[in-house]
């Protein structure tokens, strides 16, 4: 089937000497500043500036010039872009022209059109026509309506001292980008080497050609801007004043953010996912530890470590997800054995990441008895622990007692207190032998 075929005039203005910087946040926004030239004539006129992102959030845009010689009176955001079914719609009551495959031709006043069919009335004899949109071949009318646009435009009202060319400079939020960390890690027995890939995706509807890149980790308080539909909009704009090897990113502090640069430009098309290099791979010191609580069914298998220099890492981590993978000795090949989710985390912080519920480290929780003496319970409390594993392993148990007011007497392990409420209990069992913890507890009934 072919298409409708409607005739379509835009304006297009060419902005000189384009130079583009981004900023990227972890939230799906980002930050974009254009410099660029404008040629005006003298006096009040509007300017239409479309390379902008169909998500853009026009509202946030902030404007300057070079010596403040150009003044900004207002601003509309034009979205209500040209389609098929949207032109018609300016053209209902107006006369068109129609013909079909058969090259038969149709004029008249159009009634109305949905997704089958258009209705044309005859203006001498007021026949009315039914024809099926499937057996178009081609639409003519008389012109484009006014106020519409092929890609979503602004439209400036500007007054210019002189006729030239003027270089300006905009920032502006849009929605449609993001950037999110993932972090490889091989396993190889007490050490990690972690390798850190930014992933930047683009779904904003504006390519970026040749830019200088920023990414910013950290939660920044955003509101959820008014969504738009089709349309135009007067959007308020904020008038600003003028202040006086291989590619990499160098991190700093920004407010109470982590700021990324890259060091060279880069290109990121309209709806492309990229991928580059955080830092350089760090070996890291690790801890492999197994944890239970009690009363549960489940072992996880989980991997610790501390984020510092002396472990061998020492980077302020953005969040992502940690993928980890360990070798099989037998033919060198990286398996894969889990992933988990990392936080934002600063210096000298420490990570847990889960690998997965363990095979061959069974544990199960037993009450052995239970009295009640005056307002407290005592418990008589028992935890088996199964190493089959070939190797020695260190489990840590979690005991939640529900109340801060409570004595653990006759047990045959020591402890450190989690919070109020729970315990730890640490364990280190030998390979293909089982471990018996027991206790009392006595907790006060409120």
Do not use: C
């Given at each position: 089937m072919k298409k409708i075929i409607l005739c379509l005039l835009a304006l297009s203005f060419i902005c000189l000497n384009a130079k583009e910087n981004l900023t990227i946040y972890n939230d799906n926004f980002a930050v974009v500043r254009s410099?660029?030239?404008?040629?005006?004539?003298?006096?009040?006129?509007?300017?239409l500036f479309d390379d902008i992102p169909s998500q853009i959030e026009a509202t946030s845009?902030?404007?300057?010039?070079?010596?403040?010689?150009?003044?900004?009176?207002?601003?509309?955001?034009?979205?209500d872009l040209a389609n098929s079914d949207a032109i018609l719609r300016k053209y209902l009551n107006a006369q068109i022209n129609i013909i079909l495959k058969d090259n038969s031709d149709f004029s008249g006043i159009l009634i109305f059109f949905d997704n089958q069919s258009i209705g044309l009335q005859d203006k001498s004899t007021k026949e009315l026509y039914l024809l099926n949109k499937y057996e178009l071949k081609n639409i003519r009318l008389k012109n484009l309506p006014d106020n519409f646009y092929i890609k979503p435009t602004l439209n400036w009202q500007i007054n210019a001292p002189d006729k030239g060319?003027?270089?300006?400079?905009?920032?502006?939020?849009?929605?449609?980008?993001?950037?999110?960390?993932?972090?490889?890690?091989?396993?190889?027995g007490n050490t990690m080497e972690l390798t850190p890939w930014v992933t930047l995706d683009n779904q904003s509807g504006k390519a970026y050609n040749d830019i200088s890149l920023k990414l910013v980790a950290g939660d920044v308080n955003k509101?959820?801007?008014?969504?738009?539909?089709?349309?135009?909009?007067?959007?308020?704009?904020?008038?600003?004043?003028?202040?006086?090897?291989?590619?990499?990113?160098e991190e700093k502090q920004f407010a109470d953010f982590r700021l990324y640069t890259l060091s060279q430009n880069v290109s990121v098309q309209d709806k492309q996912t990229k991928q580059m290099i955080l830092f350089d791979p760090k070996t890291i010191d690790i801890e492999k530890i197994y944890d239970y609580n009690?009363?549960?069914?489940?072992?996880?298998?989980k991997v610790i470590f501390t984020n510092s220099k002396s472990k061998g890492l020492g980077e302020p981590l953005p969040k992502g997800i940690v993928k980890m993978y360990l070798k099989d000795t037998?033919?060198?090949?990286?398996?894969?054995?889990?992933?988990?989710?990392?936080?934002?985390?600063?210096?000298?912080?420490?990570?847990?990441?889960?690998?997965g519920k363990a095979f061959d480290v069974i544990a199960k929780s037993k009450v052995i008895k239970d009295t009640k003496i005056g307002n407290e319970t005592e418990r008589e409390m028992q935890i088996t622990i199964e190493n089959k594993k070939k190797e020695d392993i260190k489990v840590r148990i979690l005991h939640n007692l529900y109340?801060?007011?409570?004595?653990?007497?006759?047990?045959?392990?020591?402890?450190?207190?989690?919070?109020?409420?729970?315990?730890?209990?640490?364990?280190?069992?030998?390979?293909?032998?089982?471990?018996?913890?027991?206790?009392?507890?006595?907790?006060?009934?409120?």
């Open positions: 410099q660029f030239d404008i040629q005006l004539e003298k006096g009040v006129q509007n300017y845009l902030v404007f300057k010039s070079k010596d403040n010689k150009l003044k900004l009176f207002a601003q509309n955001y034009e979205y060319n003027y270089p300006v400079d905009i920032s502006y939020i849009t929605r449609g980008l993001k950037w999110f960390v993932t972090y490889n890690a091989v396993l190889t509101m959820q801007p008014i969504q738009v539909r089709g349309g135009r909009s007067n959007a308020g704009a904020i008038m600003a004043k003028e202040d006086l090897a291989s590619p990499s990113f009690s009363m549960s069914a489940e072992v996880f298998s037998a033919d060198n090949n990286l398996e894969f054995v889990g992933e988990d989710n990392v936080n934002h985390t600063s210096l000298d912080q420490k990570v847990e990441l889960t690998m109340n801060g007011n409570y004595t653990i007497t006759k047990k045959n392990f020591n402890y450190t207190e989690k919070d109020a409420y729970s315990i730890y209990i640490e364990r280190n069992i030998k390979a293909g032998t089982t471990d018996n913890i027991s206790w009392t507890q006595r907790v006060k009934n409120y």
